[in-house]
């Protein structure tokens, strides 16, 4: 049995970082692709970033690239996401999410999900 366990949200200034974390339990983190998603109230869930497997490969959403930075340490079970220059459409709760294939920025193809940590950005 696979979990991921999110930490490192909380209540930032505008302009602030936090640096969340995802371990991942029960095998080896380096077995999967990792991504993080977020939901804010009224919204859908949305793609955020991700890393393939070995690290090698990222992607990011548009509107946090220059912003955030998605990296793993494999010998920790463990994904961080570096979130620097917040701003308040950041505000959702955070989940991080893993599978065994490809990297996708589809929510469906993840088979493994975390309970998310809320991320709140205030002016």
């Known amino acids: 049995q696979v979990q991921l366990v999110e930490s490192g949200g909380g209540l930032v200034q505008a302009g602030g970082s936090l640096k969340l974390s995802c371990v991942v339990s029960g095998r080896s983190s380096s077995r999967y692709t990792t991504a993080w998603f977020r939901q804010s109230p009224g919204k ?13 490969t990222t992607d990011y959403i548009d509107s946090v690239k220059g912003r955030f930075a998605i ?4 010998a920790k079970n463990t994904v961080y996401l570096q979130m620097n220059a917040l701003k308040l459409e950041d505000t959702a709760v955070y989940s991080c999410a893993a599978r065994a294939g490809w990297p996708t920025r589809s929510g469906y193809s993840y088979n493994y999900w975390g309970q998310g940590t809320q991320v709140t950005v205030s002016s």
């Open 44 to 56: 859908e869930r949305e793609f955020v970033a991700l890393i393939s497997l070995n690290g090698v």
């Open 71 to 74: 990296s793993r340490d494999n």
